[in-house]
Every structure is written in structure tokens, then in C-alpha cells.
């Protein structure tokens, strides 16, 4: 399925981190990439739903605006429960930039990794595991 593109320029270096899962997708069992408009996800479709959502979207209207527009938030969507365990249940963010640190009570945990997993329970988790360790990887090698 080919990648939605978008018409408004990408914050910070989304699309540099967008072009490096579309070149590497077959490293991640080819999940759909929708580009959304300062995020973007990494969809595995299948009876159960998965997503890994990267975000320079401040949706917790804090004006954040961390160095260079760096990476707000990478978390999870739709049916992650059936493919992962989380160590915290009550929240999905397992990255967040340290600048909501001053904004106690937004997300809750340590930062820059508030949510750990703890056992990825399919094969589309260990997908997302993987994009999540190489996209952060990739994110600061270049910084």
C-alpha cells in the first residue's frame, strides 16, 4: 500500500525518521506507514490491531517545543494488550520527552521511558519492539 504523503511541512525530523522505516519496513513485517499531520504511525493490521504512533504533536497542550522539535511521544494504539505486556497497564506511552517532566500529572512514570514491555506476546509485538528500539536508535545516533 503505498505511504500517504502530506502536504504541510514535517516537524523536526519526522521525515527523516518516516524514510527510515519505509526503506526498512521488511525489518519490521512490513507494517502500514500513515503519515499523519505531526505523527505518524507504524500499523500492523490482523484480527487484532497494533500501532506504534511517533509524535512531534504537542496533544497535551503544554507548548512544548523541546530542542530542534525533537520527538514529543512514541506510544501505542488500538488492540496492544492482545500483543504485548505492559509494566504499567494504565498507560500506553513508552516514550516521552523530558521536557513534560515540569508538568507533573500528564504521564505518569520515568522519563524518557514512563512504560516498559515486559514480554511481547506475538510476533506483530516483537515487530513493534524492534521498530521502537531501532526508530529511538536511529533518532539518537543522529543527535
Same mark, same amino acid.
Given at each position: %500500500?503505498?505511504?500517504?504523503?502530506?502536504?504541510?511541512? %514535517?516537524?523536526?525530523? %519526522?521525515?527523516?525518521?518516516? #524514510? +527510515?522505516?519505509?526503506?526498512?519496513?521488511?525489518?519490521?513485517?512490513?507494517?502500514?506507514?500513515?503519515?499523519?499531520?505531526?505523527?505518524?504511525?507504524? =500499523?500492523? &493490521?490482523?484480527?487484532?490491531?497494533?500501532?506504534?504512533?511517533?509524535?512531534?504533536?504537542?496533544?497535551?497542550?503544554?507548548?512544548? #517545543?523541546?530542542?530542534?522539535?525533537? *520527538?514529543? +511521544?512514541?506510544?501505542?494504539?488500538?488492540?496492544?494488550?492482545?500483543?504485548?505486556?505492559?509494566?504499567?497497564?494504565?498507560?500506553? +506511552?513508552?516514550?516521552? &520527552?523530558?521536557?513534560? @517532566? #515540569?508538568?507533573?500529572?500528564?504521564?505518569?512514570?520515568?522519563?524518557?521511558?514512563?512504560? =516498559?514491555? *515486559?514480554?511481547?506476546? =506475538?510476533?506483530?509485538? @516483537?515487530? *513493534?519492539?524492534?521498530?521502537? @528500539?531501532?526508530?529511538?536508535?536511529?533518532?539518537?545516533?543522529?543527535?
Amino acid at each position: %500500500m503505498p505511504e500517504k504523503s502530506i502536504s504541510k511541512p %514535517m516537524p523536526g525530523r %519526522m521525515e527523516e525518521l518516516l #524514510r +527510515f522505516f519505509q526503506g526498512n519496513r521488511e525489518q519490521f513485517g512490513n507494517p502500514e506507514i500513515n503519515a499523519l499531520n505531526e505523527a505518524f504511525d507504524l =500499523t500492523w &493490521n490482523g484480527d487484532h490491531k497494533l500501532a506504534l504512533r511517533w509524535s512531534w504533536q504537542d496533544i497535551l497542550n503544554v507548548s512544548l #517545543r523541546p530542542k530542534e522539535e525533537g *520527538l514529543i +511521544f512514541c506510544s501505542l494504539i488500538w488492540d496492544y494488550q492482545f500483543h504485548l505486556d505492559l509494566k504499567d497497564k494504565s498507560h500506553a +506511552f513508552l516514550y516521552v &520527552n523530558h521536557g513534560l @517532566e #515540569r508538568f507533573p500529572g500528564k504521564i505518569e512514570g520515568s522519563y524518557p521511558y514512563p512504560n =516498559t514491555i *515486559l514480554k511481547c506476546l =506475538t510476533r506483530e509485538g @516483537e515487530w *513493534l519492539q524492534a521498530a521502537l @528500539e531501532a526508530g529511538l536508535g536511529h533518532l539518537e545516533a543522529r543527535d
